[in-house]
Nanobody, 127 residues
Framework: QVPLVESGGGLVQAGGSLTLSCTAS????????GGWFRQVPGKEREFVAA????????YYANFVKGRFTISRDSAKNTVYLQMNSLKPDDTAVYYC????????????????????WGQGTQVTVSS
């Protein structure tokens, strides 16, 4: 396992914004790209967004609908998730991940099981 260290979670009101950060050691992101998933109790972890390292190509879950933006800073070996127009339904533990492939069903993106996970950061959106 390669350490992925997340930060930036917290409590925000509906309509507000948060930015999550994930820093990797070594060449984890440059080798695999990176992404974000989220999970609420009793549900499966779901894909949120991903970015390739060299080209910076981005992929989003349909429920993001232009509200979230994933980006990367190569010099800092860090992936960011800017979340705007947050809704109570966005409340979850958000996990950074690396080492997965992207697939498209024709209507949505999905991934293989990531090789590396962060510890998770709680995002709570109040109504």
């Amino acid at each position: 396992q390669v350490p992925l260290v997340e930060s930036g979670g917290g409590l925000v009101q509906a309509g507000g914004s948060l930015t999550l950060s994930c820093t990797a050691s070594g060449r984890t992101f440059s080798s695999y790209g990176g992404g974000w998933f989220r999970q609420v109790p009793g549900k499966e972890r779901e894909f949120v967004a991903a970015i390739t390292w060299s080209a910076g190509s981005t992929y989003y879950a349909n429920f993001v609908k232009g509200r979230f933006t994933i980006s990367r800073d190569s010099a800092k070996n860090t992936v960011y998730l800017q979340m705007n127009s947050l809704k109570p339904d966005d409340t979850a533990v958000y996990y950074c991940a690396a080492g997965f492939a992207m697939f498209n069903s024709g209507t949505y993106w999905y991934t293989s099981q990531p090789d590396h996970w962060g510890q998770g950061t709680q995002v709570t959106v109040s109504s």
